[in-house]
C-alpha cells in the first residue's frame, strides 16, 4: 500500500543520500544538514541512554564519528539506522566508564518508586515519563530504551550488552513494573 | 503477594507476543481471575505505548558549531577507538520483527514474514480466516485477541501497519480518532476519495470527517502504534484499541461492529 508516509520516508532517504554522498566527498554543509535532520532523534537516544548531562557530549561524538566513518556506509540502508548504530556503539563505549563515574561522584538512587518522582499529572507527560526513565538502575534503562523506544531485539541487546537473552527479558520487566507505577492513580 | 504471582513475571513476554500459545491461553486464564494481573497488564500496556510515542527533542543548544570544529580539527583522532556500527544490528521496524504485508481493500491479506514459532502460528490461523466475513474472523480465532477486557476483540491482525476501514459506515458527525503514536510524524487518512497527510502528536491527533464520508474512510498509521481510540458519533460508541504492540495489521469494519 502507498500512504504518504511511506512517501515522505522515501522522500527523506533520497535526500540523505544524495546529502551522504556529498558529505562523505568532504561538504561539511550537507553534513550539517544531515546533522539537522537527525540530531533529535540521537540526542534523545543519548539522553535516554546515558542521561540529560552527558547528552550533548554523547551526540557531539557521534557525529564527529559519523563524518570519520561515512565513507563506509554503503547505503544499504537508510543512513538514519547506519546513525543510530554509530550512536550505539558510541554509547555502549561510554557506558561503563560514565557508570563508574558516576558511583564515584554520587551515591546511587533509590529505585523502588519511579512514582514517587514521577507524579502522573504535570504539563508535560512525556517529559516526566523521560525523567522517570532516567530514573531506572542502569541496567533496566538500557534494555528499557533498546527494547521498547529504539526496537531491538533481546537477543540483539543480549549482543550489545554483552548480557544473556534471559536477562534482557527479565531487565526490561523490571524497568515496566517500575514505570508503570508511573500511571498509577 | 504481587511478587509471589509466577504469572505477574510473564506479562511483559506476553505483551510481546513471546509466549508460547500454552503459556498464553494458561496466562489469560488466568488474567480471567486475577485482577491484580490484570490491571498490572493493562498498565505495563501504558507504559509501552508511553514509550513508543516519546517524542524526540533537540538538545537545547546548537551543537553544529562543535562539531564542525572538531570536524575541521579532528579532534576525535586522539580519543579512543570505537568501534564501526555493527551490520548484525539492525533495528526492529516494531515490537514483532519481520513482518511484510500486502493486504487489499477487500480485506483479502496475504502474509509473509518470518518470526518464531508463535508468528508463525500467527500466519497459519490467519489463513484460515481471512476469506471468512470480518464479524466471523474474531470468534473463529480468538487467540488472535489475546487480550482481556476492556479491549475491543472485534479486530484481526493482518499486518504490519494498521488501517482501520470505515467502508459501509455511515458516519455521523465528527469521527474523531486519537492514537498513541510511535516513531513516525503522520499518518495518512483517506477519505471520500481524498488523501491527507495528519500530523500526530504525543497526545495523539484528531480527524474530522469533514467529507461526511460514508465509505472509502480509511486510517492508514505507522506500525509502531500501541493504543487508538475511535470515537464515532455518539460519545458512547468507543472503540478502544489498546494491543498495536503487535506490529499488525487491523482490519475491521465499524458496520459489522456496533461495539461492546
Known sequence: ?185 | MIASDPWRERLSEYLDGELESGECERLERHLAGCAECTLALEELRRVVAFAHALPDRPPSGDLWPAIARDIRSGSLAHRPGIAPPSAAIRRRPSRLVGLAVAASIALVIVLAFSGGPATSRIVERLAEITHLPIGQRAARAPELHPVPPPIVRHLVPAGDELVLEFERHQLEGALEVRVAQVDRATIQVTTGGQVETVLVTPEGFRVRNSARSATDYRVTVPARLVSVEIRVGDPQNVYVIHDLYLPLRWVFGLQEYPGQ
Open chain 1, 1 to 185: 500500500m502507498q500512504t504518504l508516509t511511506g512517501d515522505t520516508q522515501r522522500s527523506s532517504s533520497d535526500t540523505d543520500a544524495a546529502d551522504v554522498s556529498l558529505a562523505a566527498a568532504g561538504d561539511a554543509q550537507a553534513f550539517e544538514r544531515l546533522y539537522r535532520r537527525h540530531v533529535a532523534r540521537i540526542h534523545s537516544l543519548a539522553r535516554r541512554m546515558i542521561g540529560a548531562e552527558s547528552a550533548d557530549e554523547i551526540t557531539q561524538e557521534v557525529f564527529v564519528r559519523a563524518w570519520e566513518k561515512l565513507r563506509s556506509f554503503r547505503g544499504e540502508g537508510a543512513f538514519g539506522g547506519w546513525l543510530r548504530r554509530v550512536a550505539l556503539n558510541v554509547l555502549l563505549a561510554r557506558r561503563r566508564a560514565l557508570a563508574a563515574e558516576r558511583q564515584r561522584s554520587a551515591p546511587p538512587p533509590a529505585h523502588e518508586s519511579v512514582a514517587a518522582r514521577a507524579p502522573l499529572v504535570t504539563p508535560d507527560l512525556a517529559i516526566d515519563f523521560e525523567n522517570a526513565i532516567e530514573e531506572l538502575p542502569g541496567g533496566a534503562r538500557q534494555v528499557f530504551v533498546q527494547h521498547d523506544i529504539e526496537g531491538y531485539t533481546h537477543e540483539e541487546i543480549g549482543g550489545m550488552l554483552g548480557i544473556a537473552t534471559g536477562t534482557s527479558k527479565s531487565q526490561l520487566h523490571r524497568a515496566c513494573m517500575l514505570l508503570r507505577s508511573y500511571f498509577e492513580r
